[in-house]
């Protein structure tokens, strides 16, 4: 399974973007879909997953209101629509598969090569 995320770019404080992450093959419906993120010297954090079977969606506390998750299942290929995005939402964005109801990086098992962006102030 190969995941291939894209749509990062620069983007001014109170603007949109949004990511998508395409998946070579089926995305089995067991299968946890999830966006992570990573900032200049900071861990990797938890933004989003999807639940492929029935479409259920969590969002972490710090994009809550402004970021959603979508899918397009034809496609095999899982969004992240980002809005009234602030410099400290600048990061690499890693789109990752994986099995578990789970917003621990280490429980997604495919990974993509991530995508970044980056709000200006």
């Given at each position: ?13 109170g ?46 506390d710090?994009v ?18 980002m809005s ?31 995508t ?6």
């Amino acid at each position: 399974v190969q995941l291939q995320a894209s749509g990062g770019g620069l983007v001014q404080a109170g603007g949109s973007l949004r990511l998508s992450c395409a998946a070579s093959g089926r995305i089995y419906t067991s299968s946890v879909m999830g966006w992570f993120r990573q900032a200049p010297g900071k861990g990797r954090e938890f933004v989003a997953r999807m639940k492929w079977a029935d479409g259920r969606t969590y969002l972490g506390d710090s994009v809550q209101g402004r970021l959603t998750i979508s899918r397009d299942r034809a496609k095999n290929t899982v969004y992240l629509q980002m809005s009234s995005l602030r410099p400290e939402d600048t990061a690499v964005y890693y789109c990752a598969r994986g099995s578990q109801w789970s917003a621990d990086a280490r429980d997604f098992t495919y990974w993509g090569q991530g995508t970044l962006v980056t709000v200006s102030s």
